[in-house]
């Protein structure tokens, strides 16, 4: 009885011990929100105009028949984060479900969630120090019209805040199997009317659904220049954008080691460029004040200038890179002569799919005499390897991988922007004018696309292959969720197993899935055979080819035991 009176002391007193641990941890770890003298903007009223379409004073949102959200915002910056966050409420509501969503599956264990919560929260415990005082405004604004249902994450604040890092600890996270965006920018002789002109693909991939809603956000801010960007709710920083001046920006992620603690996510430097710069060396001025989380690659390109570099920036070295020629690409690894001898940048080139992409890239622009925006949009929508060979669809070795968030075309010196619709960027591009946008003294009456410069939508987005990468999309769930359930199976199960290669029959993966099943079924001869047919493929990176052979040993030998 003794001895259980001890034990149950001891329980108690370690009861109360991860109690006061938690509640320590809970302060420690808050992130405050910046002080705000003025609060009304909260206050303010939409006005509904029409079905997806608010206004506040002169600010607005509106979605046109495209799918694609508009919005326009003025002022200081708690009054814009507060106005945007009224005006888009719904849509930073559903952008953070989907956030979360994708995040469970990824990781189903509720504990574990539970323990990275103060994981995040120890390593950005200091993110706001590394954040300016405008940016933490601005978000603070927007945040009083987040949802209450993730407050066991963290506050509103502190989750806004947190997922402007997402785009880097989600690199960083996966730095072995980074999804791969492309770049590229021609001008002088290499363009049409030697303009500057710019296309990009951003493949940041959190689900399907985090795709739906792309924002066009224009930005005139009391401080600094007008700016357009590619955005959804939620989320202030920059991926890809334009600003008054003809200044572009667009991200690509590059390889890197793990941070170790909280510094600038890189969205924020690209917003601080893109509001305050008006042509390359002022952007790379900038990039040089921020220690940043990854690394990453800044594409710049100027009116002002005429041409486009690219600011190349890993956790503790920066370059800036210039062509030698009239035309640049951008993958995610390093050119400069900076990074030549850097072991990560020359690991990733012969191990990812980047160069692979460079080198398509290049062949692409050099079978055209002078790229205009239809052609920029036929290279950004490539789905196909070297020399045209047929790779799967999906493929990170592809221009156009079919899941990408956005792709967008610009040409400074015009001020025109082009950004893509759904599915997969095959919809049309539709185009803005930022001279126009800009220009507007009161709320407009209708879209700012641009018809007579839309891009059509890539005819293969009604082709029967479509189809049939959208079917094998949810087959693959399908047949992952079979292969995790123990070794048995039915004579339909094996028809999806072979139905998946059907659907794809030039991907890689689409073999390795279904070995994935038959192994898990026992089947070893099938999954053997499959495993060396993926081998025959276009696989996309060192790390998948080394995982695929590894499966293949394993499964031989156990169809020898068996």
């Known amino acids: 009885m003794t001895r259980l009176k001890k034990w149950g002391k001891r329980l108690r007193n370690l009861l109360i011990f991860i ?25 303010l009223q939409r006005t509904e105009q029409a079905p997806d379409f608010y ?25 814009r984060g507060a106005i945007l966050g009224n005006l888009a409420q719904e849509l930073i509501v559903q952008q953070e479900l989907y956030f979360v969503r994708q995040i469970k599956v990824l990781i189903p264990s509720d504990a574990f969630l539970y ?40 506050s509103n604040y502190e989750r806004i805040l947190n997922y402007h890092a997402a785009h880097d600890i989600g690199h960083a996270l996966k730095d072995y199997a980074v999804v791969g965006c492309t770049s590229f920018s021609t001008w002088e002789e290499n363009s049409t009317d030697s303009n500057l002109i710019i296309g ?56 890197s080691g793990l941070p170790t603690s909280a510094k600038t996510p890189i969205s924020i430097v690209a917003r601080q460029i893109l509001q305050y710069a008006k042509n390359i060396d002022e952007a790379f001025e900038i990039a040089q004040q921020y220690e940043t989380f ?22 503790d070295k920066i370059a800036l890179y210039r062509s030698d020629s009239m035309s640049i690409i951008c993958s995610n690894h390093y050119q400069s002569d900076s990074f030549q001898t850097d072991i990560d940048n020359q690991t990733n080139i012969q191990s990812s799919a980047s160069n692979y992409r460079q080198i ?140 998946i290669i059907e659907l794809n029959p030039d991907y890689y993966h689409a073999y390795e899935l279904a070995g994935n099943f038959y192994h898990s079924k026992e089947l070893y001869s099938k999954a053997i055979a499959v495993y060396k047919e993926a081998l025959t493929k276009e696989i996309a990176t060192k790390t998948e080819r080394t995982a695929i052979e590894e499966k293949l040993s394993i499964a031989k030998k156990a169809n020898q035991k068996h």
């Open 360 to 499: 398509r890239t290049r062949n692409l622009l050099n079978e055209i005499n002078e790229v205009d925006y239809l052609d920029a949009a036929k290279i950004l929508r490539d789905k196909q390897g070297h020399q045209g060979k047929d790779i799967g669809f999906g493929n990170e070795k592809a221009l156009n991988q079919l899941l990408g968030h956005h792709s967008v075309i610009f040409m400074p010196e015009k001020r025109l922007m082009w950004v893509s619709t759904a599915p997969y960027n095959l919809g049309e591009f539709v185009a803005y004018d930022l001279n126009q946008v800009f220009g507007l003294k009161e709320v407009p009456s209708r879209s700012l696309g641009i018809d007579s410069l839309l891009i059509p939508e890539d005819p293969f987005a009604a082709s029967p292959e479509f189809q049939d990468y959208v079917a094998f999309r949810l087959l693959k769930k399908e047949l992952t969720l079979l292969t995790a359930n123990g070794t048995a199976y039915s004579e339909h199960d094996l028809t999806k197993a072979e139905r």
């Open 294 to 315: 990854v690394s990453e690659s800044l594409m710049i390109g100027s009116a002002e200038d005429g041409y486009t570099a690219i600011i190349e920036k890993s956790i």
């Open 200 to 255: 990009r693909n951003f493949d940041f991939y959190v689900g399907d659904d985090f795709a739906k809603d792309k924002i066009i956000l224009f930005i005139n801010p009391e401080e600094g220049y007008k700016l357009a960007t590619i955005t959804w709710g939620g989320f202030l920083g920059v991926v890809s954008g334009m600003n008054e001046k003809g200044l572009t920006v667009t991200l690509n992620a590059a390889k």
């Open 19 to 43: 109690v006061l641990l938690v509640l320590f941890l809970e302060w420690w770890l808050n992130i405050s929100p910046p002080k705000i003298k003025d609060t009304s903007a909260w206050e």
């Open 55 to 79: 206004t506040i004073h002169n600010n607005w949102l509106r979605k046109n028949e495209y799918g694609l959200w508009e919005a326009y915002v003025e002022g200081k910056p708690f009054e």
């Open 115 to 154: 323990l990275l919560r103060y994981m995040v929260g120890f390593f950005n415990r200091n993110l706001d120090e590394f954040i300016p005082l405008e940016y933490q405004q601005e978000i603070y604004g927007e945040t009083h019209f987040c949802s209450d249902e993730f407050n066991s994450i963290g």
